[in-house]
């Protein structure tokens, strides 16, 4: 990659035209032992995942599709906070780049005009409770038009393009993803979640705001107050009693 302004991102760096999903290929070279910061890129993906099993349509020309893989020397319980930083790395750089200013809606959408703009897959592979690799994989809706989106997701989904009303220089987007998450994953190793979740508090979207929690089988309604030091999600019942949310879906009700 040229003008790679990284120590360890991306400098191990695997190209391809066409995979079926980064995250199965940065997988693989993960267990053969490949280092922290190695980076997989497809021009398109033909077998894209996303999270809760959902597939993620991958074109040629609209988006960036990629893994990384991540040997962070912590307990298996920091791991979610991996994604909750990514997603404030992406924003930084869309930030940056586009002068655009994204939001985030827990635990890793981020959002544009209340619409979708990347999806976060992030997978964990243990050993004794102590995180072996991550596999980090994001699909970055960069310069899809309406059409080159399946239709059910076009009501919920958008691109940078499509906000910013012009195209986006990929490659100048990537490498400054790439120099975001590698500063903050840094300062999350020397320092912890402390001012990540700062960071991500300042663009959390719906704050305030009633929310419906779908976690398993059951449903209930609060209000988002906030995100603890951990990374877990704070919800307020209508008794004002606070709940941990850790895993599920959110979805922010008008009110
Ligand atoms: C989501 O459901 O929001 C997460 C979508 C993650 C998609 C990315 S695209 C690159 C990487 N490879 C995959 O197969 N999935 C992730």
């Known amino acids: 990659l040229p003008r790679l302004t990284t120590k360890r991102l991306g400098q191990n760096y695997h190209f391809f035209a066409s995979l079926p999903s980064t995250n199965?290929?940065?997988?693989?070279?993960?267990?053969?032992?490949?280092?922290e910061g190695t980076l997989v890129v497809a021009e398109e993906q033909t077998?894209?995942?996303?999270?809760?099993?959902?597939?993620?349509?991958?074109?040629?020309?609209?988006?960036?599709?990629?893994?990384?893989?991540?040997?962070?020397?912590?307990?298996?319980?920091?791991?979610?906070?991996?994604?909750?930083?990514?997603?404030?790395?992406?924003?930084?750089?869309?930030?940056?780049?586009?002068?655009?200013?994204?939001?985030?809606?827990w635990p890793n959408d981020v959002l544009l005009s209340g619409k979708k703009i990347c999806g976060i897959l992030t997978e964990v592979h243990a050993e004794m409770e102590a995180v072996n690799y991550l596999i980090v994989g994001i699909g970055m809706n960069v310069n899809h038009q309406g059409a080159d989106f399946p239709e059910e997701v076009r009501p919920v989904a958008t691109s940078l393009a499509l906000e910013a009303g012009k195209t986006v220089d990929s490659t100048?987007?990537?490498?400054?993803?790439?120099?975001?998450?590698?500063?903050?994953?840094?300062?999350?190793?020397?320092?912890?979640?402390?001012?990540?979740?700062?960071?991500?508090?300042?663009?959390?979207?719906?704050?305030?705001?009633?929310?419906?929690?779908?976690?398993g089988q059951r449903q209930w309604q609060g209000r988002l107050a906030s995100i603890d030091e951990e990374g877990a999600l704070l919800v307020t019942d209508t008794d004002g009693a606070t709940h941990r949310v850790y895993s599920g879906e959110v979805s922010i009700r008008p009110e």
């Not at 199965?24 to 280092?35: D, S």
């Not at 979740?197 to 929310?211: D, M």
């Open 172 to 215: 100048q987007l990537l490498l400054a993803f790439l120099a975001c998450l590698e500063a903050d994953y840094d300062r999350w190793l020397s320092d912890g979640f402390g001012s990540i979740r700062e960071q991500w508090l300042a663009r959390a979207a719906g704050l305030g705001r009633p929310v419906q929690i779908v976690a």
């Open 47 to 105: 077998a894209g995942r996303g999270r809760l099993g959902r597939a993620w349509v991958s074109p040629r020309n609209c988006g960036i599709y990629l893994s990384l893989v991540l040997r962070p020397a912590v307990p298996l319980g920091m791991a979610a906070q991996v994604t909750l930083l990514t997603s404030v790395s992406y924003c930084r750089a869309i930030e940056q780049v586009t002068g655009l200013k994204p939001m985030i809606k």
């Open 24 to 35: 199965r290929t940065a997988k693989e070279l993960a267990r053969q032992g490949a280092p």
